[in-house]
């Protein structure tokens, strides 16, 4: 069974540093990885895909990469700003079929 | 686009009786998605459907659970009889697919509150 894991599980920094989020998973026989951004009572916001044939994508401010043999993806922020605190979730993909397996997530605070 | 639209935004309901939720998917996704979201546990997948048929639902909690796609822009998740226990925020999220999988997009969710 796929367990995805996000560590840490908050983080504060202060604005412009830039950060690094983690996730690793269990099963490596992923299809895709797909990074979220959840605002506090608000729905999911998609970041970044990452198709399993693909090591990184890059949006922005936003570079997500895939390590499939180690079973880790990390999603770097750069120059953080205070609107990008929220919670970060990532979610692995087991197959053709666009079911998605979800961390716990990263409460980010970026402090002014 | 309006993206993936829920209603009602948020739902209160005593114990027993019976809920509906409803959402309406992006126009032209093939693929349906329902989850939910607690502290305890952390966003579940319940049931997902590919072109109106539902394709897993070994997430459903149990029977109380039901969830219908008449049409490629119409889902409900019913509960009935609702339990304390069901409350929590429920999310719809839709995707396309082509032969890649793409991203799901996900509505603003309805806050269940049992009591």
């Known amino acids: 069974k796929q367990e995805v894991t996000q560590i840490p599980a908050a983080l504060s920094v202060p604005e412009g540093e830039n950060l690094v989020l983690n996730c690793s998973f269990t099963?490596?026989?992923?299809?895709?990885l797909q990074w979220f951004r959840q605002d506090p009572g608000k729905g999911l916001t998609s970041l970044l895909l990452i198709q399993s044939s693909q090591r990184e994508q890059t949006s922005g401010r936003l570079n997500a990469s895939l390590d499939k043999s180690s079973g880790r993806s990390t999603l770097y922020i750069a120059a953080s700003q205070p609107g990008d605190s929220a919670t970060y979730l990532c979610?692995?993909?087991?197959?053709?079929?666009?079911?998605?397996?979800f961390g716990t997530g990263t409460l980010l605070a970026v402090q002014p | 686009d309006a993206g993936v639209i829920q209603s009602p935004r948020h739902e209160v309901t005593e114990m027993g009786q019976e809920v509906t939720l409803r959402c309406k998917p992006i126009?032209?996704?093939?693929?349906l998605f329902w989850y939910r979201q607690t502290m305890m546990r952390g966003l579940e997948l319940l049931i997902y459907?590919?072109?109106?048929?539902?394709?897993?639902d070994s997430g459903m909690p149990e029977d109380r659970f039901s969830a219908k796609m008449p049409n490629a822009s119409f889902s409900t998740l019913k509960i009935q009889p609702s339990e304390p226990r069901d409350s929590a925020v429920y999310f719809c999220?839709?995707?396309?697919?082509?032969?890649?999988?793409?991203?799901?997009?996900f509505g603003p969710g309805t806050r269940l509150t049992v009591t």
């Open positions: 999220a839709s995707s396309r697919s082509d032969g890649l999988v793409y991203e799901q997009y």
């Open positions: 459907f590919n072109n109106n048929v539902p394709i897993d």
């Open positions: 979610a692995v993909g087991g197959g053709a079929t666009n079911k998605l397996i």
């Open positions: 099963d490596s026989a992923i299809y895709n």
């Open positions: 126009s032209g996704h093939d693929y």
